[in-house]
């Protein structure tokens, strides 16, 4: 079936670790996205890239890395700098940024 | 930036009831998106409507881009309507997305 995967749906981490989040579509999509969602606020937007080996930095870009080494594959490092990394993160596709965007099922992460 | 307001935040219904969910954008836009988040999570594209009027089954938005705004109605509720209705337009670059706070739908049988 086509559509997009993330994993792991959850995550716990300790403070002072890197996590990386992952992120596949086989949807053929050149645009993919992350956004960042807290309990009872919309989504903001943290990294997207439009193309392979680009991205741009998004309204919450500090303390995350991105990279788009495969059309398919947009992971999500959230660094130790990301001072309140808890949070619900989703992971979403389009074949460009003024066509319908789909998103995965998310990916819970906590500091413990 | 452009700023995007959804009103109400929460409302209430009993099965049956029909509604309406404002969504307020600060400047022209090429896209706009309403979503429904369900209670585990999951965000699933309802419309895309940067303008004009589309209906989908008991759904139905409209967009009127040059008031800057957009509704959409939800008619005969049902429980599976419950969750977080979002709003989303593109950036001033166009290249992303940017949402409302949404709006968050209770239908109780």
């Known amino acids: 079936d086509g559509g997009i995967t993330q994993s792991p749906k959850y995550l716990f981490r300790k403070e002072g670790q890197n996590v990386t989040l992952s992120c596949e579509q086989n949807l053929n999509h050149d645009a993919m996205y992350w956004y960042r969602q807290d309990p009872g606020q919309g989504l903001r937007l943290i990294y997207y890239?439009?193309?392979?080996?680009?991205?741009q930095k998004g309204d919450i870009a500090e303390g995350y890395s991105v990279s788009r080494e495969k059309k398919e594959s947009f992971p999500l490092t959230v660094t130790s700098a990301q001072k309140n990394p808890t949070a619900f993160y989703l992971c979403?596709?389009?074949?460009?940024?003024?066509?319908?965007?789909?998103f995965g099922e998310g990916s819970w992460l906590t500091v413990v | 930036g452009i700023q995007v307001e959804q009103s109400p935040p929460d409302l209430i219904l009993q099965e049956g009831a029909n509604s309406t969910l404002r969504c307020n954008f600060s400047?022209?836009?090429?896209?706009l998106q309403w979503f429904h988040q369900n209670p585990w999570g999951q965000l699933i594209n309802l419309f895309y409507?940067?303008?004009g009027t589309k209906q989908n089954g008991r759904l139905s938005a409209t967009t009127v881009a040059t008031e800057r705004y957009s509704l959409l109605y939800i008619s005969s509720s049902q429980t599976t309507d419950s969750g977080v209705y979002f709003c989303a337009v593109d950036n001033q670059a166009g290249t992303a997305l940017i949402f409302g706070k949404g709006t968050t739908l209770s239908v109780s049988s």
């Open positions: 400047d022209s836009v090429n896209n």
């Open positions: 409507i940067p303008s």
């Open positions: 979403a596709s389009s074949i460009s940024p003024q066509f319908t965007i789909y």
């Open positions: 890239s439009q193309i392979v080996n680009d991205f």
